[in-house]
């Protein structure tokens, strides 16, 4: 397991500004050994989205000695530093933002006297992305030249004289899109949203990959990895690199699969747009009923892939070629399924929670699920959650046990909630995310000094299976289109989540299994995977790839049950479905899921009935049962110790040996066992506890 750091180290009582980090110093070096920090997340190196030689006065400037009296360092240095003490950096690549900034300078153009936060020291201009393409500032900066020799060209051959207006998204009218979510509302700065798919932002992307690189980074992080996709919470894109992509999607595909809309339709000259509009379409309002809407998704879901992949590939080359090795990761935005194709080019898995909460053991598993072996960092959103409350809550002395909670329930359901480091607090809150520094250090420490009693296998016998292409419209209608600034989901109920909100809700250990959608990314599950299982759950698996029913009926053939909800495999032929619905493991349901419905019942039974997840892991030493609690107490501002706890839980093998761990207190536990059941009875168990059962 990872232990992150989510290392924006922005300032307290000010504005997060993007893309640029604040400098860094050695004092924050010694606050990440403290935390026993492995790797910190948008954490270095962001500014390329001002400019690439802004990027390389982050990487390489020189310090003025006034501030070498505090510690302070560029990039590089703080890489190399961390580095000492086996502390991974990401460089962030911002690839959605393309910025200008108000800028004053001196007469001569050589000095920046003030930039975004402005003083009336000096003539006033603008600075940014547009005036490094054109070269407008000699004095400051090198030529677009140094980087690009020859300049850069776009598809059609042309010199790219405004690299903002060239690779901007673009709605519907051709107007360019804002990232409005990190434009400060009371500043003169803008932030246009910029298009992967198109050929030259992906050009310079590539030379923010480079100086990162040569800068030493341990890894790549690319934000905004659904990069153009990200567009629709402000009406989709519609620059023409993605009409002529999309026009090309159109047309490859088979006469007979195309949409019955375009029959008739020259697709030589088509602009989805411009028909769109001409058939009185916005896609602003209703957007998802508009036609070709979701073939324009599966469209983009194809570029995502190819062009992430392409990043991801370049970085690692690039590495090669300076004769080093470096980590790939991207920031899948609440892992959703969109990414699932992306997951298999990197190296560890970072991902935004889109709402956080006080309580959220469903998601956890469903990230478990999504990420399989490899690991992940989970990092808090300010917008639409608890975050705003918590930090106010914090800052006088309370709340501690609603954090503790954060970061020890990721763990205890396979996954890793990062520290806060001065993290993200949106574009309105001034403001930066802090916990209190000997706080961190408790849990850090307890999670580092037990390793041994985390990992990403199970003693789960129940799994529930996510279909990527079952749920594409489903989840895509009630998630895509919220607005970054407000993260309100759509309304829609979506029979996956239910199923694991019912498991959770009754404290059950349960695993989550993920069925691709089998063109964007292949089938690689086995049934020696899924041996563990003695059921599998399928809600609403209306879509099966062929390997996907081989698989459910070697599943079957070895003695597994299958629950369905709802309907399984339409897509197959008739008789064929049919056929496989009467086999006796298979049980069908029509209504709500209940955790009595399953064949042998419930895995885990507590008394008393507390809010708790119960999670088991698989360790070198036995089973580790992971109890993480709910009951907060708001009056008391704690979790309270549970005076007694009882937990029976049905397990492969038999385990002779309990022993208790826990951050607080001191947990009493006895262990007896019959017929595979484990009885346990706990007394003083506080906020988390791990029960070690031991052959």
Partial sequence: MERGVYFDAWFPRQHNYHPSLPARRLKMVGDLQAYRATVLVWSALGGGSISLPYLEQEAFGAIDPRFRIYGFMNDSEFIRECQKHSIKVFGIVFEVQGWEFPVELNEAEDTIL????LRGAGKRDRIGLREFTQNRYPKLWQPIEHYFPGGLVNSAGEKVTDLTQQCCSRDIHGAPLHARWVECPDRDHECFLMDRNNPVWREYLKAIIRIQIDAGVDGVQLDEAELPLTSLQYGGCFCKECMRLFREYLQ?????????????????RFHYGEWLREHGYDFQQNREDS?????????????????????ADYARAYAASKGRTVLVSGNFFNLFDQYHSLEPYVDLVITEMRNTRYRQPAWYRYVAGFVGAKPVVVVENPYGGVV???????KVGQGYDRFRMSLYEAAALGANMSVPYGSWMGSVIEDAFYAPHELCVEIQSFLADHVFLYSHKTYSDTAVVYSVESNFQLVSRRDMFADNRTNVSGSGEVPFYQVCETLSDAAQPYDVVFFPDGKL?????????????????????????????????????????????????????GDQQKAFLQDPNIHMTTGSFSVAQLPRGAQARIDPAVDVAIHVQRVADGAAVHIIRYDYDEAQDRVPVLPELSLTLRLPEQFRVAEAYQPNGEVEVALTHEDGLHRLRLRNVPLYTIILLKR
């Fill in 291 to 311: 036609p070709l809407f979701w073939d324009y998704i599966r469209f983009q879901r194809g570029a995502i892939t190819q062009y992430f992949g392409e990043l």
């Fill in 252 to 268: 490859a595909m088979p006469a007979d699969q195309r949409p019955a809309e375009i029959d008739g339709v020259d697709l030589n």
């Fill in 388 to 394: 705003p409350e918590l930090i106010n809550k914090l």
């Fill in 114 to 117: 003030a930039m975004n936060e």
């Fill in 521 to 573: 990314r292949a089938d690689t599950l086995t049934v020696d995977e899924l041996r563990q299982y003695q059921s599998l759950i399928l809600p609403d698996c209306r879509y099966l790839t062929a390997d996907q029913f081989r698989l459910l009926s070697a599943f079957l053939e070895r003695g597994g049950h299958l629950f369905v909800l709802g309907v399984l495999g339409a897509n197959l032929p």
